[in-house]
């Protein structure tokens, strides 16, 4: 079982910063490979970015490449998401997600532990 805590959402400003945080406790970390979603009000959630269990391979969504990246720190078993040039389109309630394997994916049915989520406001 791995039990995942998000952080560091907030309002910000359009073309602002902000970066998510997502602490991993319970069973190896280091294992897993991590992603996170979002989920804008009356829409689906969506896929933004994952990350392999070494770091060395990451994805990202059309939306957020060249603006958001993903990284991890495995000895502090947290996983982070900056985001520079933010839009209003990114407002969105922000999850963390880990797999069961060290394979990245972009499908949220293919993670099985999830976060409660982080609430993003970007405003105009």
């Known amino acids: 079982q791995v039990q995942l805590v998000e952080s560091g959402g907030g309002l910000v400003q359009t073309g602002g910063s902000l970066r998510l945080s997502c602490a991993a406790s319970?069973?190896?970390?280091?294992?897993?490979?991590m992603g996170w979603f979002r989920q804008a009000p009356g829409k689906e959630r969506e896929f933004v970015a994952t990350?392999?269990?070494?770091?060395?391979?990451?994805r990202y969504a059309d939306p957020v490449k060249g603006r958001f990246t993903i990284s991890r720190d495995n000895a502090k078993n947290t996983v982070y998401l900056q985001m520079n040039s933010l839009k209003p389109e990114d407002t969105a309630v922000y999850f963390c997600?880990?797999?069961?394997?060290?394979?990245?994916?972009?499908?949220?049915?293919?993670?099985?532990?999830w976060g409660q989520g982080t609430q993003v406001t970007v405003s105009s």
């Open positions: 997600a880990a797999r069961s394997t060290e394979m990245v994916a972009t499908a949220s049915g293919l993670y099985g532990y």
């Open positions: 319970g069973r190896t970390f280091s294992n897993n490979a």
């Open positions: 990350i392999s269990w070494s770091g060395s391979t990451t």
